[in-house]
């Protein structure tokens, strides 16, 4: 495998949310993307580009009491965690998050270092970072399918102002 990475700056939060419709489509809608990033970063912004992409029109609200909110729709299935709350990482075991990552779908992981250990590797690693006026995305390919995900997205990103 070799090293992709590939840097986005969207310029607000609707090219902040085309970039999530352009990653579900380049991912095939199945995978695993961690998303790094301080609190207000945009990691459920970009969630709810991702889960557009699918046809949700719904609210889309980071999962910070839940800990996971699943989404079914004709081309798959979403699951967006958001670890930010989670005491140990073995509180995903109770979840039946062992059969969720076992499962053909689309995981998206906020707060992934509060699962360290007990996650599975992540296709697709994305750090979020407040930058003047927007965001920077820097997207890390962490597997071969990531990498053909970013090669993909690197080419359909070119129309994002």
Known sequence: ????????????????????????????????????????????????????????????????????EPYDFDRGRVYHFDLYRLGDPEELEFLGARDMFADEALMLVEWPVRGEGWLPAADVVITLSLIQPGRRLVLEAGSDHGVQALQRLAVSSREIP
């Open 1 to 68: 495998m070799s090293k992709t990475t590939i840097t986005l700056e969207p310029g607000d939060e609707t090219a902040q949310v085309a970039i999530g419709c352009q990653l579900a489509e380049a991912l095939e809608y199945r995978g695993i993307v961690y998303l790094n990033g301080e609190l207000g970063a945009g990691k459920t912004t970009l969630a709810r580009g991702v889960l557009r992409a699918l046809g949700h029109d719904g609210a889309v609200k980071s999962p910070t009491y839940t800990l996971v």
